[in-house]
């Protein structure tokens, strides 16, 4: 794996940050991006995202360790001397200039002939649907139009790398998700490089190639979306990505690729091995609400327990059941809203099932 | 369509009444509020600078001492000799103004205007006892023949008008000749023009001075963190808690020839005992203190507005390729001028009517306006002159406001 990252586009080899000596903000970072690839950094809040993308655009240094763009190392390149395209959340146009000159500003400091200036800004300014917006102060804009000018100019000068810093954050949903869209198209139209910061886990699965889970410094899983949702490798990455039922118990039996797991009340699961230390070793079992079966033909599922309904809520489409069983009062069930899908009633008590290799048996909690 | 009724309350009031009724209560409230503040600005303020204005074009003195001349003067035509009437007019106001003990007043205020009026009025008095009866236009002229001259009564005529422009013209250095132009005084009397504009040239050099030396201080505090700008920010302030005076006068201790700069530069051996430089009590030493005296009046505007630059945009120069050099240059510099013009309208403002200290460490060459119109407040009292050269700073200053306001923008000014 290593010497897949040091061939990387863009890599960080064992990086570690840190802010005042004591703590590390960033912890052994080993990370390849490949070349064209739109990758989301993704993780909670204060997990240390901002810090690795500020090291990749140079206004943090790296404590140790290495980061290289393109096959050189830019640990002592100067930000100026990165080419590397920054959206940052807060849009950082400068509000003195006109749009138009927010663009040019770029390629005027790179010392670019002023009639390729005009035309490479007319086209930026055409990419981002702001042709006739090219007079205006950035005071005159709303948001919306604000983050396109910051992306255009993010991209006007045809950066190596672009990084974008939450750039969405401060859109409202219906805004978000048309920008994440027209983010993701000019993307793919200009088949440049995308490091990109998110909190908002739907977010990094719409728009990415692939997504790098991160949680308190550590790089968590690196994958793309469907693998990510499908197949997280340990119980953070499985919680923070997607809805989730958990069982914490202890691996009885192992065999090739399944384990029989006993819960604390006594429950007997079989589940999938993905990240346990074997028998008699801890583990959180993860299943997805939409894995779920409610009464399942006999033989179907070679799980099936008895619950009861605790709580029903019509969400159009599918009924959300909140369920106890085995324990685990939070139990969620997602019944999708079909032709002949069973009616519960809360208070009753129902049998529910689910395969084995949809339940999958996860590092346990420290 | 019929007309909706009017909306009435529970208690039968029509709703817009009761509105305009809770309305009119909160806008007494309001204005009971600001009402003290109010009338401290009007006392303190408008009516100080009102009545200035007021004195700098107020000449009462004939109307107090010969209201009867005035008035006939008033209705003199100017064009010949005035009539027996004026005449006459003319002497009973003067036998009167003689028993009454002013003679000697109008005499000296109207030697201002007409050199030898002096003697002209004195010379009348002793004669006064052989004009007995009509016609005084004879008896008066045989007295003393300037009264037969229409330009020693065109001159009378001016100096008696209500109101003049005579304070005006003298702080600019001009005066009425004998025939009411304006002319200028001779060159040993000239001293204002000069030193408005000495008060002028010393203002824009101590604004440029503390700019050149503020604009890096609030640069550096405004980038640090918190904690140390907040430290440093006190650090500029310091000065305020001691007295303005105890820091003009360190300035003497520190720079006068026998003073602690020469000492220790003669002991350096970088001059001579002989070559003492005589760093106060001229230009500047008022240079010098003034611009450490109004340094804090710069840093503080350029500082809060620096403040408001924020990290991220500098961050943003530097990633689209911008050095620093670039990145100080096209964003934070033209980010940083308004601070620049508040600051710089500040201390300009300051500087013009600056007093205290040009007048302890000027000597002759370092003083400024504002020490002759103390001199005039105080010892001369001579106040219609000192109110006109007031008015002519405060003009000034609106002027420059004005300027201000067509070139950066008023509303562009901020003070934190
Ligand atoms: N300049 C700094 N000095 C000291 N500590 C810092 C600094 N910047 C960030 N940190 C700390 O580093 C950790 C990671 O911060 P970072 O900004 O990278 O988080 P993040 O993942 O971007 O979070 P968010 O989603 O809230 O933006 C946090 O604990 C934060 O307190
Ligand atoms: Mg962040």
């Known amino acids: ?5 040091s061939d990387a586009y863009v890599s960080f080899q064992e990086v570690q940050k840190s802010y005042d000596g004591e703590n590390l903000v960033v912890k052994d970072l080993n990370l390849g991006v490949e070349r064209g690839e ?15 993308l500020m090291m990749l655009a140079g206004f943090e240094t790296a404590t140790s360790g290495e980061i290289m763009l393109d096959g050189t190392g830019i640990n002592n390149v100067p930000p100026w001397k990165r080419d590397i395209g920054i959206v940052f959340q807060n849009y950082a146009l400068f509000p003195h200039m006109t749009v138009r000159e927010n663009l040019a500003y770029p390629l005027e400091v790179r010392k670019v002939p002023k009639n390729e200036i005009t035309d490479r800004v007319e086209k930026a300014l055409g990419m981002v649907q702001l042709s006739g917006f090219a007079g205006r102060r950035p005071g005159q804009l709303s948001g919306g139009q604000q983050q396109r000018v910051a992306v255009a100019r993010a991209l006007v000068f045809e950066p190596k790398l672009v990084l974008m810093d939450e750039p969405l954050g401060a859109l409202d949903k219906q805004l978000r998700e048309q920008m994440q869209y027209e983010i993701k198209h000019i993307h793919e139209n200009l088949g440049v490089t995308v490091v990109y910061v998110t909190h908002d886990q739907s977010e990094a699965l719409t728009m990415s190639n692939r997504v790098c889970v991160f949680d308190d410094g550590v790089v968590q899983q690196v994958a793309p979306p469907d693998v990510l949702y499908e197949q997280p490798q340990n119980a953070f990455v499985a919680q923070f990505i997607g809805e989730n039922n958990t069982f914490l118990g202890t691996v009885r039996e192992s065999q090739a690729d399944r384990c029989v797991v006993e819960l604390g009340t006594g429950e007997v699961l079989k589940a999938l091995t993905v990240n346990v230390d074997g028998v008699g070793s801890q583990t959180t079992l993860s299943l997805r609400p939409e894995r779920v079966t409610i009464n399942p033909e006999a033989g179907s599922c070679d799980n099936q327990v008895q ?36 009616h519960l009633r809360e208070g009753e008590s129902v049998s529910v099932g689910w395969l084995s290799e949809d339940c999958r048996a996860l590092d346990a909690p420290n | 369509m019929a007309k909706a009724a009017q909306p009435i309350m529970i208690d039968g009031v029509p709703l817009k ?74 002497f009973i106001d003067l036998t009167a103004a003689k028993e009454a003990g002013t003679l000697g007043r109008i005499a000296t205020h109207l030697n201002y205007s007409l050199s030898g009026g002096r003697s002209l009025i004195l010379k009348t008095k002793r004669k006064f006892k052989k004009i007995k009866s009509p016609p005084y236009r004879e008896a008066m002229i045989k007295a003393d023949k300037r009264w037969g001259d229409i330009n ?23 005066d009425f000749d004998n025939d009411g132009n304006i002319v200028e005084k001779p060159e040993e009397k000239q001293i204002y023009v000069t030193l408005f504009l000495r008060t002028l040239w010393i203002s824009l050099l101590v604004t440029l001075l503390t700019l050149l030396i503020g604009y890096p201080i609030a640069y550096l505090i405004s980038t640090q963190p918190p904690r140390i700008g907040n430290l440093l920010i006190i650090m500029v302030l310091l000065p305020f808690w001691t007295s303005l005076l105890v820091r003009t006068t360190s300035w003497i201790v520190l720079l006068q020839t026998q003073g602690v700069l020469n000492d220790i530069m ?3 051996g970088i001059i001579s005992e002989q070559g003492r430089l005589q760093m106060i009590f001229n230009l500047q030493g008022t240079l010098i203190a003034m611009t450490q005296i109004l340094l804090p009046f710069m840093v503080l505007p350029m500082y809060s507005v620096m403040k408001t630059i924020p990290l991220y945009e500098l961050r943003a120069s530097q990633s689209l390729g911008a050095n620093p050099f670039i990145t100080f240059w096209r964003i934070f510099w033209p980010r940083s001028i308004p601070g620049i013009g508040a600051g710089g309208l500040l201390v300009f403002v300051l500087s013009v009517g600056y007093y205290i200290t040009p007048a302890l460490v000027g000597g002759s060459k370092g003083q400024m306006i504002s020490n002759q119109i103390a001199f005039h407040m105080k010892s001369s009292l001579n106040w219609g002159l000192a109110a006109a050269m007031g008015s002519i700073l405060l003009i000034a200053v609106l002027i420059l406001y004005w300027l201000y306001d067509k070139v950066v923008g008023i509303d562009k000014m901020k003070l934190g």
């Open chain 1, 1 to 5: 794996m290593s010497t897949s990252i």
């Open chain 2, 266 to 268: 003669v002991w350096l």
């Open chain 1, 38 to 52: 739109f990758m989301t950094m993704l993780g909670p809040s204060g997990s240390g995202k901002t810090t690795c």
């Open chain 2, 152 to 174: 020693t009564w065109g001159v009378l005529k001016k100096v008696s008008d209500r109101y003049t422009t005579r304070y005006f013209l003298n702080a600019v250095d001009r």
């Open chain 1, 307 to 342: 619950g009861d309904v605790k709580e029903l809520i019509y969400l159009g489409d599918h009924i959300r059941a909140r369920l106890e069983l085995c324990g685990n009062d939070q139990f969620i069930v997602k019944v999708p809203n079909a032709a002949n899908h069973s």
């Open chain 2, 17 to 90: 009444e009761r509105l305009a009724q809770a309305e009119r209560r909160k806008k007494y409230i309001a204005f009971g509020m600001v009402l003290p503040l109010l009338i401290f600005v009007i006392v303190t303020f408008a009516i100080p600078i009102a009545s200035m204005l007021f004195r700098s074009v107020d000449n009462p003195r004939m109307t107090e001492l010969a209201p009867n001349l005035v008035q006939a003067l008033n209705e003199w035509d100017g064009a010949e000799l005035p009539s027996e009437e004026v005449f006459e007019v003319a």
